[in-house]
């Protein structure tokens, strides 16, 4: 999903969150699949936070595992699905590529599902079942907007980056820190998405969210007038995590130390595009 700059300096990861990473890259390693399309990237601030909240309850060592796992094959299947390019021309290896990027995704679900399945835990399961199906619904809801003629709602971006973690939170009731993980999850993916858009001209979800939203206004918004928007919600986010609290020092402090982070390197990236060009 998104980077991890500078995270070891903030997080010497344990033992526990190291193995759960190797498990995810065993699991998802599969020779032909290698060939022609690229390893899941694991979203680190994802895992750490459902590390963070996990050691809050009297759990087994196998039970965080596999349930921070699990989350990790999730995410990593809507990931691959939503890079499938569905346009029907191109070369028979575009062809290829997008058919095997469509059996990853299932590789990476019936992964999850194996991986539940040893769980045993049906409560976890529904809380995983109803976060994809929020998730799609939220996807759906900002790229077909523009046909049903309804404003988009922001929630639904934030659904889309966050709700796998934070309906966990609620599962094992420790629903005051879901506001401050939903606004840190946001805020990051709109870093990232906005730096996407300025260098690459890569189309994200949040875009599609803004253009969206203006429907029916005007016909189309300029480069700056998208970024001027990224920037407003930026604010906006980096604002609400001001005045957010986690009753936990630890990750409270996670949690600020990483936004200091993701700032830093942002700015870090622009400014060697800005020299590059």
């Keep these: 999903m998104l980077g991890d700059f500078g995270m070891t300096a903030l997080y010497d990861y344990n033992e526990e969150l190291s193995e759960v990473f190797e498990s995810f890259y065993r699991s998802v390693k599969h020779p032909y699949l290698m060939k022609y399309i690229e390893d899941p990237v694991i979203d680190k601030d994802q895992a750490t936070i ?14 965080k595992h596999d349930c921070i796992l699990t989350v990790l094959l999730v995410q990593a299947a809507l990931d691959t699905h939503e890079t499938v390019n569905i346009h029907e021309l191109g070369s028979e290896q575009l062809k290829t590529k997008r058919q095997l990027t469509v059996l990853a995704g299932d590789y990476y679900s019936s992964l999850y599902y194996y991986v539940l399945s040893k769980l045993e835990d049906v409560s976890l399961i529904r809380v995983l079942s109803r976060s994809i199906q929020e998730i799609n619904e939220s996807k759906m809801n900002i790229y077909k907007h523009h046909k049903k003629r309804i404003q988009p709602n922001v929630s639904d971006l934030k659904t889309i980056y966050a709700s796998i973690v934070t309906n966990i939170a609620h599962l094992f009731n420790v629903s005051e820190w879901s506001e401050v993980i939903e606004e840190f999850l946001f805020l990051k993916a ?39 928007t990224f920037n407003q919600y930026i604010e906006d986010s980096l604002q609400n995590l001001h005045v957010l609290k986690i009753n936990k020092q630890s990750m409270d402090t996670y949690i600020k130390l990483r936004i200091e982070s993701l700032m830093l390197e942002y700015q870090l990236k622009e400014q060697c595009a800005v020299e590059e060009g």
């Design 50 to 63: 459902l590390f963070y909240l996990l050691k809050e309850k009297e759990l087994s060592e196998k039970y």
């Design 190 to 228: 709109l870093l990232h998405e906005r730096f996407l858009f300025q260098e690459y001209a890569q189309q994200g979800k949040a875009l599609n969210f803004f253009h969206n939203a203006q429907s029916g206004k005007t016909s189309s918004l300029s480069d700056s007038v998208y970024l001027e």
